[in-house]
């Protein structure tokens, strides 16, 4: 099994370290970057083990037949990552979304 991610998923990780540093959620980047670089690493070791469901109708204008997985990081977060499977040689799951519980919580 394998995990890849689009493009657009790794630009927002990559700007959630910056909204993370300057809305004070951490008060170092370093800190910022220790915490986007541990979800992608969870999401990217543990994705096809995850238990997972589809997703709802909501979420189809970032791919259709897609399913999403819970990422816990602490009490108040929670990380949906939203993805399609595909069975080729071996199946490879693309993750195409990614939002927190804060953002997305009213459409699941």
Known sequence: MKVLVIP???DYLDNLVTILYEKEYFG?????INYVDELLDEILMTLPAR????APKYFEKYGKGMY????EKNKRTSWYVFFTKYYER?????????????VIAQHL
């Open 8 to 10: 657009k998923v790794y």
């Open 90 to 102: 071996e199946t490879i799951f693309l993750v195409r979304y990614i939002a927190n519980n804060h």
């Open 28 to 32: 170092f980047e370093d800190f910022a």
């Open 51 to 54: 238990l997972h469901k589809p």
């Open 68 to 71: 999403y997985a819970i990422f």
